[in-house]
């Protein structure tokens, strides 16, 4: 089976500071690093270094960081058939990191913004004769919700499963949270959405809620629940877990493991993100996020 992605393709600017700058403050920084990221692009690289066969769906322009940016995902074996090149700069996240790992970001859209639903969906019915039933979409929303609308329309016509990665937090409507099998938001972006009652009012199937170094609470639609509890990890770098967190979920859910085994190699997967200076995890492999998910797993 595979792991379609949705979402966005971006050039990460990040600053390494002593502390984040207060409103008004000036802090000298350590060291500035340029290098592509975007939530769906890590997301379809995380899912691809895991193992799966991934495909991404988004929007890059006709530019050095556009061309940098497919290269990226390429590199690591995700498949860009559906990645279109259109008439905007490639979006641009700007990103700092203090001594303890924590960041902010703020992303101009660009391309992304011109990923719309009709592209959205022509694409993924091009990849529905290659996507079997069973396998997993995954979207975001540094992309037109209008999109992610579409694509969880057309997802569950082909029977996939439609996991949504609510950030960055905005409103969403019923329907399309009725249409959400398996929401990953952090803490916050819960709050946001009006939290677990009304998400499941709504109609999503469940939830799996990062909680940083607090690992991660599983809730379901007949009231069940169950908390992971985070590993140990030397954090280096917050920026990009969600990501590897939601497509190691991905990937668990398309080779078809039970929602909390899943939820437990994403938990370890993240801890593995956390202890990388770069949104892109060098060290990630299936291997070793299924031998720390076992390991913690063996000793609760």
Known sequence: MSVIVVGSLNTDVTIRAPRIPAPGETVLATGVVEEPGGKGANQAAAAATLGAQTFLVGAVGDDE??????????DVGVRLDQLATVDAPTGAAYVTVDDRGENTIAVHPGANGLLHPDRV?????RLAPVVSPGSVLVASLEVPVEAVAAAARIGRDHGWTVLLNPAPARPLDAELLALVDVLTPNETEARALGGPDALFGAGVGAIIATRGSDGCAMLRQDGSSERIAGLEARVVNTTGAGDVFTAALACALDDGMTLERAARFANAAGAIAVESASTRVPGLTRAEATARAEAARATR
């Open 65 to 74: 960081r556009g061309r940098a940016a497919r290269a990226a995902v390429e």
């Open 121 to 125: 969906a022509d694409a993924l019915d």
